[in-house]
């Protein structure tokens, strides 16, 4: 059974930095791409970042470009996301998500989701 795990949530001044992780288990890291999306009240998912096999390869969303970096550490079977110069829009749940494909940024190409850590940006 696969299971994805998010930490590193929590609240953090504007301009701060946090990193969030997800370990995954019951799936091996080659299996497939891996990415980040995040939701907020009233909003639909947004795709954040993905993250290739090797992890050579990766591809930020709109709003992470300049600020937020991917990776992973495939011996620990994690990745990671590294999230500075937060802002107030950054305030969401952040989820974790593992295919089977490429990177993208589509959601419904991500069979396994987490349960989400929450990411709150004070002012």
């Known amino acids: 059974q696969v299971q994805l795990a998010e930490s590193g949530g929590g609240l953090v001044e504007a301009g701060n930095s946090l990193e969030l992780s997800c370990e995954a288990s019951?799936?091996?890291?080659?299996?497939?791409?891996m990415a980040w999306f995040r939701q907020s009240p009233g909003k639909e998912r947004e795709f954040v970042a993905s993250i290739s096999v090797s992890g050579g390869n990766n591809w930020l969303g709109d709003s992470a470009k300049g600020r937020f970096a991917i990776s992973k550490d495939s011996a620990k079977n994690t990745m990671y996301l590294q999230m500075n110069n937060l802002k107030p829009d950054d305030t969401a749940v952040y989820y974790c998500?593992?295919?089977?494909?490429?990177?993208?940024?589509?959601?419904?190409?991500?069979?396994?989701w987490g349960q989400g850590t929450q990411v709150t940006v004070a002012t």
């Open positions: 019951g799936r091996p890291s080659s299996s497939g791409a």
């Open positions: 998500a593992a295919g089977a494909g490429g990177i993208t940024a589509t959601p419904t190409a991500y069979p396994y």
